[in-house]
């Protein structure tokens, strides 16, 4: 698939921009600071209602405006799809698709699906459990769309049994509260189960090409691999959902002193972690700065394979994820570099953003966008 146009109003730095793309290569080309990154995490938030920089969207709205807006026109096979998302801080995103609201924004999953490699990745590797866990849901809710609404579910439920367990903890209860308890656990074992189901055999599958890519990114380094760390003891990608439950549910009852006195909920799959492996030890605080780079463009890479063979759920076609690499050749050396062009240019449509025109390997030229502040100009040949 590839986005044959992006505009964005009031989104980031930029009042409004309007791009007209095509398949193969397009860099956005422009100093620090004019607005590139924001450009393409508008097309990140396309797929994904999601930034890959900030965890809420309040920073995704030009100050002093109300709402964003983003649209894209994707086409698949052939087949174009106009999506639109308006980004309200505070309240429900709002969608349409070919000019038609949807019930729900999150029915527009699917039509744009990308990935993007960007500095921030590091954190990936060396960064908290959160940074893995969101990258995992937002690369199973890019492969299945439905996965938005259990993770949403799941959220909303932990909330509130959160909240329940503060105010035990915080002797604000007279008690009537401690007897629905029960009954969030059950709800929160039951959406935790098919968030878990999920992860797990997502992670079974992406280990492998996580591990050729890092092969192929640091052929002298040890071998990586990847382990998904549960909450709960003795499950696997094989675990069905109602097995899961009943886990969950085993666990929730051992812990419930534990949770009382800390007020705080201990067990499902907020407590997770994607564990990455560097030879017999963990990658975190041993892993080098190049090896660490070498395994955070590794998991995009297996994130960007996995995405290629499935046919997206609201299309049914199976085509490449759009790709974005988000000034990330300045930071590599000559063989990382090497090694992620010739991946990238197999790509549908790739969008490279970089400071300085000598950072875009000569491969990934492609067309031009020359970027400023407040204005975009191009395309022109590279």
């Known amino acids: ?30 100093p620090n600071g004019v607005g590139k990154t924001n450009l393409v995490e508008a097309i990140g938030y396309l797929a994904t209602f999601g930034s890959h920089r900030v965890a809420t969207d309040a920073p995704l709205v030009r100050r002093g405006a109300a ?17 639109e998302v308006e980004i309200t801080p505070g309240k429900a995103n709002r969608a349409r698709v070919n000019r038609s609201p949807l019930p729900r924004a999150r029915e ?16 990936l590797v060396r960064g908290d459990p959160g940074e893995r866990r969101r ?3 937002d690369l199973l809710v890019s492969r299945s769309p439905r996965y938005a609404g259990v993770r949403a579910d799941y959220e909303r439920v932990l909330r509130q049994r959160s909240a329940l367990l503060k105010t035990a903890r915080a002797g604000r209860s007279d008690g009537s509260e401690l007897s629905t308890l029960d009954v969030w656990d059950g709800h929160l074992a039951r959406h935790g189960a098919a968030l878990l189901a999920g992860r797990l055999r997502l992670v079974a599958e992406l280990e492998r090409p996580v ?19 549960a909450s709960v003891p003795d499950v696997s990608e094989k675990s069905e959902v109602d097995e899961l439950e009943q886990v969950l549910l085993a666990e929730l009852a051992s812990l419930r002193r534990q949770e009382l006195e800390r007020g705080v909920c201990l067990v499902g799959p907020h407590r997770d972690d994607l564990e990455l492996r560097l030879g017999d030890g963990p990658a975190k605080g041993y892993a080098s700065h190049g090896e660490s780079w070498s395994l955070a463009l590794a998991l995009r890479l297996g994130a960007f394979e996995l995405l290629r063979t499935d046919p997206a759920d609201v299309t049914g076609v199976v085509s490449d994820p759009i790709l974005i690499l988000d000034d990330v050749f300045a930071e590599l050396d000559v063989r990382r570099r090497r090694a992620l062009a010739e991946r990238a240019e197999r790509a549908e449509q790739v969008l490279v953003t970089a400071a300085v025109a000598d950072d875009v390997p000569e491969r990934l030229r492609g067309v031009r966008f020359e970027v400023a502040s407040g204005q975009v100009d191009g395309p022109t040949a590279s």
């Open 1 to 30: 698939m590839y986005l044959s146009r992006l505009s964005v109003t009031d989104f980031r730095s930029w009042a409004a921009a309007d791009l007209d793309l095509s398949p193969g290569v397009s860099v956005l080309l422009g």
């Open 67 to 83: 709402r964003a807006v983003v649209r894209g026109l994707a086409v698949h096979a052939g087949r174009e799809l106009a999506v």
């Open 108 to 123: 527009a999953l699917g039509i744009v699906r990308c990935v993007v490699f960007a500095p921030e990745d590091l954190a």
């Open 135 to 137: 990258f995992t849901d």
């Open 211 to 229: 591990c050729a890519g890092y092969a192929e990114l640091a052929p002298e380094s040890e071998p990586v691999g990847l382990r998904y760390r």
